[in-house]
């Protein structure tokens, strides 16, 4: 036990689990998912099959993936109550990071009754209905009847046809499988440290998936995509870029999709996310666009080398998340709700992990305030 009285304000550098499920090296620029190097994974498996090696660590036999498949799907169809509110949330415009929080939170109640307190059924009901959540209330605030899910679709197909309404093609499948896999779990992140405090005070696990998609919501952690593909967009010729990025660093402002508290390397997501980019523009026919994000990312990390010297700020993984989202048609308020569809499967790992430790996490605090004051009643104050 740690005795000292050492303050870590963000509590960098101090190691507060043990975990099977991913191993981030910020020196090498390595990320490895349950064993596997991420482009050796992220590539190759589909959603479930990462998220079957998540939970049991090892990969599903045809059979075992064939009913993990059929109990996730089972989990798509949302409530009334999920419905309802969804529609509300609708009215009122609210961004989609929040309707899913607010819809997440109504798990509980199941289209046939309660969910009851089975975490492994908690985990596939929140993992299969976040799709289900992100893509209702799309279509909701844009004047469209939801779509039932199709359950001979697989989670990520599902997702890109409740959205769409059109089933989409293999390569669209396997870019969003990638993208997917690449951010299932990513060590004790914000959100999944989140996930891991609610459930180790024996709460539930879709209290604990609420309270992580919150802390996925800001733009530290998971809301940088959107704003980085902005940025692509406004310098619009890879002439301007240099100028357009020197004046925002002038100003004293931050480049989204750039730095890393963990990384100072490129992160290896970029890398993953970059190639599936390349494949995906180059399928498409079109890859100006893929070309203006390289050149912006390469003046990008010159210039931050030149005005942060020594901070080693490289491309972190929103920067090719937010490419490849746009190539997938995803339009940028979905980015980071896309992010928690694939974290989701990282934290109720988590979830699980903490469960088996049975620890509760309860770091201490250092008080500074004064220990002497008298009370003054209210009519004297
Ligand atoms: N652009 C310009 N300057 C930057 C950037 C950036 N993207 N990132 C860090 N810096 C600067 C800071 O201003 C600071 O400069 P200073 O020492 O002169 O004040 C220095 O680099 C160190 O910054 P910190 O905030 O201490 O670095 P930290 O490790 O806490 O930050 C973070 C990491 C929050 C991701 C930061 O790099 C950032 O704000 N990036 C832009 C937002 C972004 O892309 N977020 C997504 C992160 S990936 C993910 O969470 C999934």
Redesign the pocket.
Known sequence: MMLSNTINP?LDGVIAAQTRLSSVDGQLGELIIAGFPAEELAGKATFEETLYLLWHDELPTAAQLSDFQAALAAYRPLSETALNLLRGAAQARVPAMDALRMAASTLSLQPGGGLGNDPRQNALAVVAASPSIVATYWRLLNGQEPLAPRPDLNHAANYLYMLTGQEPTPERVRGLETYLNT?VD?GL??STFTARVIISTQSDMISAIVGAIGALKG???????G??LDMVFEIGQAERAEGYLRAK?AR???????????YKVR?PRAEVLAAAAERFYQADGNMALYELAKSVEQTAVAL?AE??PG?N?QT????YTALLLHGLDLPTDLFTPT?AIGRVGGWTAHCFEQQALDHLIRPKSVYDGPKDRVWIAVEWR
């Open positions: 963000g951010v990513h992140n914000a733009p530290l952690h998971g809301g940088a995509p704003p980085a660093l004293g402002e931050r480049l989204m999709g750039f730095g890393h508290r963990i992160d931050l005005f942060k901070r700020l972190n993984v929103e920067f992010f």
